[in-house]
C-alpha cells in the first residue's frame, strides 16, 4: 500500500546532510585558527632578519662553565611552546575544546553512520509523463528485480520542476536522468546509500576525516601535557632573560607562504562543499511517498499516486528495500515522513 508523505523540503528529507554540517563548519574554524597562527610568522621572521641577535659562541659557553643543556632548551621550540606555565594552561584548554568538539563531531559521525552505509538499495529514477509510461516501465523493472509476490519497502520522490529535480539531484545520482528525454526509466541495483546520496557520502567523509584529525590532535596535546610535566621544565622566560638567539636563522628554511597557501586550499575546498550543500537544501519541495506490499503493485500504485499529484511530466525516485531493516536504517539519513 502506498501512503502518501507530503511535500517535504529538501533540508529535512536530507536529514543526514543536515546533521553533519555542523561537524564541517567546525572543521573549517579550526582551519581558520591554524591560518591564523600561520599567519604573524612571516612578520616575525623578517624582523628577526633584518636585525638578528648573535647566537652564543658554543666554545666560550663551554669554557665558563654554562649549562648548554638549558640553552638547547631555550632554543628548542617545543621547549617554548610546552614549557611555561601560562602555555601549559592554553594547552589545557585547547585539549578541553578538542575534547568537547571531539564529543559533538563523533555524535554526528554516529547518528549517520550506520544510516551511509545501508546496503542493498534498489533504485528506479524515471522521467516521462505519469502515470501510464511511469507504469508499465516500473512494473517491468520491479518484476526482474524482484519476485511480483515479494512484500518490499518503497520511498519515492518526485516533482514536475525541473530546478527543484536538479538542485535534488546534484547530490542524488540519478544516472544522468537529468539529460535524457523522457519517458525514461533507469536503475541502479545494490547502492549503499553513501554511493546514491553521494553529496552525503562525500559529506559524511569530510567529518570522519576530521574526528579522526581531532583524535590526533588530542593525543599530541596530552603528549605535550605528560612531557612538560614529568620533566619539570623550568619556564623559558628564566631561561632565556640573558640568551640571545636567531629566531630568523631557525626559521630560514620554512616556506611560511607554502604553508598557509595549503591551509587556505583546504579552507576554499571546505567552503565550497558547504555552499553546494546548503544549496542543495535550501532549493524546494518533493512530493514524497511510503510504499509497504508486494513488488507486483508497486508500478500501478506509484504511477497513480504520482499521475494523481501532477499532471504532466514528471522527474522521480523509487528506492525499494527488500529488507525492513534497510529502510530503517536507511530513514535515519533520508526521512520520508
Known sequence: MITPAGDIPMAVLNVGITAVLP?????????????????????????????????????????????????????????????????NLDVVLELGLINAQIAVVAQAVAAIEAGVNTGG?????????????MRTLLDAGACQ??????????IIVATDADGVWD????????????????????????????????????????????????????LQLEASLDL?????LPAPPD??????????????NIDF??????????????????????????????ACWRFRGPAGNLGAEVAQAVGARFGGDVRAAVMTFAEPAAAASFATVFAVG
Request: include cysteine; charge should be negative.
Open 23 to 87: 561537524a564541517i563548519e567546525a572543521n573549517i574554524g579550526i582551519m581558520l585558527s591554524d591560518l591564523a597562527a600561520l599567519i604573524p610568522l612571516p612578520v616575525l621572521q623578517a624582523a628577526f632578519n633584518l636585525n638578528p641577535p648573535t647566537l652564543p659562541n658554543p666554545a666560550a659557553l663551554i669554557a665558563a662553565g654554562d649549562n648548554l643543556v638549558a640553552y638547547a632548551q631555550a632554543l628548542n621550540p617545543a621547549t617554548w611552546v610546552t614549557a611555561a606555565a601560562n602555555v
Open 121 to 133: 538499495i534498489s533504485t528506479w529514477c524515471y522521467s516521462g509523463p505519469a502515470p501510464t509510461p
Open 145 to 154: 528485480r524482484y519476485l511480483r509476490t515479494q512484500v518490499i519497502d518503497a
Open 167 to 218: 538542485a535534488f539531484a546534484a547530490g542524488f545520482n540519478d544516472a544522468g536522468l537529468r539529460d535524457s528525454p523522457g519517458p525514461r526509466l533507469t536503475f541502479s541495483g545494490g547502492a549503499s546509500a553513501g554511493n546514491l546520496l553521494f553529496a552525503l557520502g562525500r559529506a559524511f567523509d569530510v567529518a570522519y576525516q576530521f574526528l579522526l584529525e581531532l583524535g590526533a590532535r588530542k
Open 228 to 232: 612538560t610535566l614529568g620533566l619539570n
Open 239 to 252: 631561561i632565556m632573560l640573558d640568551v640571545p638567539f636567531d629566531l630568523g636563522s631557525i626559521t630560514a
Open 257 to 286: 607562504d607554502l604553508m598557509i597557501g595549503a591551509v587556505q586550499l583546504q579552507i576554499d575546498a571546505m567552503l565550497d562543499l558547504v555552499a553546494d550543500l546548503e544549496a542543495q537544501l535550501s532549493l524546494g519541495r518533493l
